[in-house]
């Protein structure tokens, strides 16, 4: 399994980015595809996650209501959709797949991409 991440940059406060993760190599039958996000001296913490094969979503407390996770089954890939992004968002972002559903281990990790929102 290989996650390709992509969609990071720099933005100003209540702007906007989408990230990417195309998943290549999937051999589960069904999977989660979640976003995490790490910022100097802090812990990874879950932002976002989508299954694949019903859509379900959960999102983070400080995310939620401004990000949207979507997938395209067909492209295997997961978008995270981030607006009204506030300086606290900025972080290096990575995706991981969870064989099965959201709440598995993650298997593969994405290599991580920075989000910087200036104030």
């Known amino acids: 399994v290989q996650l390709q991440a992509s969609g990071g940059g720099s933005v100003q406060a209540g702007g906007s980015l989408r990230l990417s993760c195309a998943a290549s190599g999937v051999t589960f039958d069904d999977y989660g595809i979640g976003w995490f996000r790490q910022a100097p001296g802090k812990e990874r913490e879950g932002v976002s996650c989508?299954?694949?094969?019903?859509?379900?979503?959960t999102y983070g407390s400080s995310v939620r209501g401004r990000f949207t996770i979507s997938i395209d089954n067909a492209k295997n890939t997961v978008h995270l959709q981030m607006n009204s992004l506030k300086p606290e968002d900025s972080a290096v972002y990575y995706c991981?797949?969870?064989?099965?559903?959201?709440?598995?281990?993650?298997?593969?990790w994405g290599q991580g991409t920075l989000v910087t929102v200036s104030s």
């Open positions: 991981g797949i969870s064989p099965g559903n959201c709440q598995s281990y993650i298997k593969k």
């Open positions: 989508i299954r694949r094969s019903d859509g379900a979503t």
